[in-house]
């Protein structure tokens, strides 16, 4: 009987001890690649990355002007294509669609999107939009990155609108207010931090996203605002410099990834600030 | 329908079912238009899926005419000067690195799960939760730089030690030879392990608090050890849900592009060696596409991305399907 008590005691012991190390191998290696980043992110930092821009190879400047501008330029271009059409299909699905069998096959066609590796849509963008255009561009490269954030955004959406309350959306039908009315001016605005928190949460997403951009905007080694051409970004960038034998290059693709990292990390703490002020009802 | 009536449970959302029309609001355009953008959002949605496939299956022609579908799979020639092209190393490069990350991720994410749903204390929870969802925020190019410039020269010095120790065994001993230059197959697997690990151990979390608490207290009460109820309880419970989340992981390893294009070392030929340099299907992709000349080399490569959406769709189909599965049966118990 004793031993059996042992046994059952060391299994449960060692069980826990293996347990608490593999959470232990995650936490280490988090903090090994956020301290790594840090480290040379902040050596590689140079006034010179925000005023000129990228250099060109065997010089010994810094510069990532160029890259900063195009990517945010992409950003905005797929909030703007990514947050209307995902928070109408969300709207859809919460609002119109219910659970109905089409609302519910939409959410699962949602959800698999959702897991999606990024480069088949940038293939996908790279069909539809590259070939037919006979070049790169900023614009297919906005695409590609929207439909990236789209099911994220679409699913938080649903998931936030069904947690208001029907007795709001009652009141406000019941003082004669149409349907879109009722959507726009009550639920959404009842639901704003949820799906605020979506719309960040995609925008992390995207903002390291590099292997749709290799096959849609590309990069340039100019400065350029032009959307139907290809434009230079921080990811592609540091996928470029990082390969390079030039030292300056690797520090900046480092100082690139510093500052990426440091900007999905903030709105990634955002989101869950805003996640948090989402009252669950009972 | 009876069924999916269920899934959200009726509690959750009582009034759901809003009014259709309200007096005079259908004759309101705005409201007309209102709905019909939302339709057209969510079948935009829903159409980019088929799209993607149809798309990348049209773009790919060229080289289905020229080299059929079988010949092109188990070919392992991939020469852009004699214009030949075979997918089967990218094949097995990508089956290979997605089966180490599986083998080294799966029992970790596991562990990782249990400790945060059952083992820590509440003050320890929260913050080493964050932490590991943290993991995933990172962008996939970070874990590229990382795994290339600071992981492989450090892996690069334990390889010899694998290389004497687990190369001396016969039979296996031959997955574990060669030089140990730090990047290769078996670094691919190990980053990709730590990549997937926050995507599948949060969703054993999240289905591991689904467990009815009764049940959980019932073997505790019996006097079961934690060990035991996470084994005999809570996993049987949440079975087919932590097998959709290992799919999720799945899905995502063999789809991952730039940190394996960083680490595995980009070689077309096929090695028997774990240690070796080799290549996926994505890593192909991202280092010749911009580089591929010809149309048929283009196509060629689209082919290959036609072979992995088949192949990530499927896992991700079931992934979605087995998670789903859990609510489901929740929605009918209660």
């Known amino acids: 009987m004793i031993s059996i008590y042992a046994r059952r005691r060391s299994v449960d012991v060692t069980s826990k001890i293996l347990m608490g190390a593999a959470t232990a191998i995650g936490v280490f290696f988090l903090f090994w690649i956020l301290w790594t980043t840090l480290k040379f992110g902040v050596a590689g930092i140079h006034w010179d990355l925000f005023i000129k821009d990228t250099p060109p190879p065997g010089t010994n400047s810094f510069g990532l002007r160029n890259a900063f501008v195009g990517s945010l330029l992409l950003l905005s271009i797929s909030l703007l294509i990514g947050v209307p059409v995902g928070m109408m299909g969300g709207t859809w699905l919460a609002e119109y669609g219910f659970r109905s069998r089409t609302a519910n096959a939409v959410r699962f066609i949602n959800d698999i999107m959702l897991s999606a590796p990024s480069i088949e849509i940038g293939l996908f963008v790279y069909a539809v939009m590259v070939d037919p255009m006979g070049h790169f561009s900023a614009l297919s490269g906005s695409v590609a990155l929207a439909v990236l954030m789209i099911p994220i955004i679409v699913r938080t959406t649903d998931e936030m609108l069904s947690l208001v309350g029907s007795d709001m959306r009652e009141a406000a039908v019941a003082l004669g207010a149409p349907n879109w009315v009722v959507i726009t001016k009550v639920t959404w605005k009842a639901a704003r931090a949820g799906i605020l928190t979506g719309i960040l949460i995609g925008l992390a997403r995207i903002t390291g996203e590099t292997a749709p951009l290799l096959f849609t905007a590309l990069n340039n080694q100019f400065f350029s605002k032009d959307i139907l051409h290809p434009i230079a970004n921080i990811p592609v960038v540091i996928y470029q410099f990082a390969l390079s034998p030039y030292s300056n290059w690797q520090q900046m693709a480092w100082a690139a990834a510093f500052i990426t990292v440091l900007f999905v990390l903030v709105l990634s703490l955002v989101a869950r600030w805003f996640l948090g002020k989402v009252q669950v009802p009972k | ?334």
């Open chain 2, 1 to 334: 329908m009876s069924e999916s009536d269920v899934v959200s449970g009726i509690e959750i959302r009582p009034m759901s079912e809003r009014p259709k029309s309200v007096g005079r609001s259908w004759h309101l355009p705005a409201d007309f238009f209102f709905h019909k953008a939302a339709v057209f959002a969510a079948f935009l949605v829903a159409g980019v899926l088929f799209a993607t496939i149809i798309a990348i299956a049209f773009d790919s022609r060229t080289s289905i005419h020229a080299f059929g579908i079988w010949k092109f799979l188990k070919s392992s020639e991939w020469n852009p000067v004699t214009q030949t092209f075979g997918a089967f190393p990218f094949i097995i490069g990508t089956l290979v690195s997605s089966a180490i990350a599986m083998v080294l991720g799966v029992p970790i994410s596991f562990g990782v799960a249990v400790f945060i749903a059952e083992i820590a204390p509440v003050w320890i929870k929260r913050p080493v939760a964050a932490a590991i969802e943290l993991l995933a925020a990172i962008p996939s190019i970070v874990y590229g730089l990382w795994g290339l410039l600071i992981f492989a020269p450090v892996f690069a010095r334990a390889e010899p030690w694998i290389n004497d120790k687990l190369g001396a065994i016969p039979g296996i001993g031959l997955l574990f030879q060669g030089p140990p230059m730090g990047i290769g197959m078996l670094t691919a697997g190990i980053v990709l392990a730590i990549m997937v690990l926050p995507y599948m151990s949060s969703i054993m979390r999240d289905v591991f608090l689904v467990v009815p608490s009764s049940l959980r207290e019932s073997a505790y009460a019996m006097g079961a050890t934690t060990w035991e109820v996470a084994w005999n309880i809570i996993l049987p419970y949440t079975r087919t849900a932590v097998i959709g989340g290992i799919f999720l992981g799945l899905g995502r390893a063999l789809g991952e592009t730039m940190a394996v294009t960083f680490v595995i070392g980009n070689s077309n030929t096929l090695s028997s060696s774990f240690l070796m340099p080799g290549a996926t299907i994505p890593s192909v992709l991202a280092n010749e596409f911009t580089e591929a000349t010809t149309k048929l080399y283009v196509s060629s490569l689209i082919y290959l991305g036609l072979i992995l959406i088949a192949v990530t769709l499927i896992v991700r189909f079931l992934a979605v399907l087995l998670i789903r599965r859990l609510g489901r049966r929740e929605g009918a118990a209660a």
